[in-house]
């Protein structure tokens, strides 16, 4: 019984790999807050950083779909 090869894409021929926007979230998680202890609210930081880096990887979902 052969296995399959984990080289091969899963995805459509033509279509190059999609790149993930998660790192913009976990950036903003850490960088919200560094940002917010400056101000004296990390907690507002960090909501802010983690809301900011989900529009940024939504946004970069999108337009990488459209590429």
């Given amino acids: 019984m052969a296995l399959p090869d984990p080289a091969s894409p899963s995805l459509p021929p033509g279509r190059p ?5 998660g790192c913009l979230i ?3 998680g850490i960088i919200g807050p560094v940002i917010g202890l400056f101000f004296g609210q990390t907690t507002l ?4 950083g983690l809301g ?6 939504v946004l970069w979902a999108v337009f990488d779909r459209r590429g």
Avoid at 17 to 21: I, K, V
Avoid at 52 to 57: Q, R
Wanted: proline residues 6%; glycine residues 28%.
């Fill in 26 to 28: 976990a950036l903003g």
């Fill in 17 to 21: 790999p999609t790149s993930a926007g």
């Fill in 52 to 57: 900011a880096g989900a529009l940024g990887a």
């Fill in 45 to 48: 930081g960090l909501v802010i």
